[in-house]
């Protein structure tokens, strides 16, 4: 996996709650972000291919076309 700044292979993933996950590699890991990075706070995360293909071979689900019809109400006699 490459770093989303440059051609350099990623070495973590900023996937903080609020923002967009990022790759870095050391070098464009921002400055402030140094300390966390140390300390395992971004492991780089590797996409999972096999489930993703998984999803994408899928069949699509065909909706049947049928127009349901109203069930017939028992007649009232007099």
């Given at each position: 996996m490459k770093c989303d700044?440059?051609?350099?292979?990623?070495?973590?993933?900023?996937?903080?709650?609020?923002?967009?996950?990022a790759n870095y590699c050391v070098k464009c890991l921002p400055q402030w972000l140094h300390?966390?990075?140390n300390a395992g706070h971004f492991p780089l995360v590797q996409p999972?291919?096999?489930e993703?293909?998984?999803i994408i071979k899928?069949?699509?689900?065909v909706k049947s076309t049928?127009?349901?019809t109203e069930e017939a109400t028992p007649s009232?006699?007099?």
């Open positions: 700044n440059c051609s350099n292979d990623a070495v973590y993933t900023h996937a903080d709650p609020g923002v967009s996950p300390v966390r990075a999972i291919k096999a993703t293909e998984k899928k069949k699509p689900v049928a127009v349901p009232e006699s007099n």
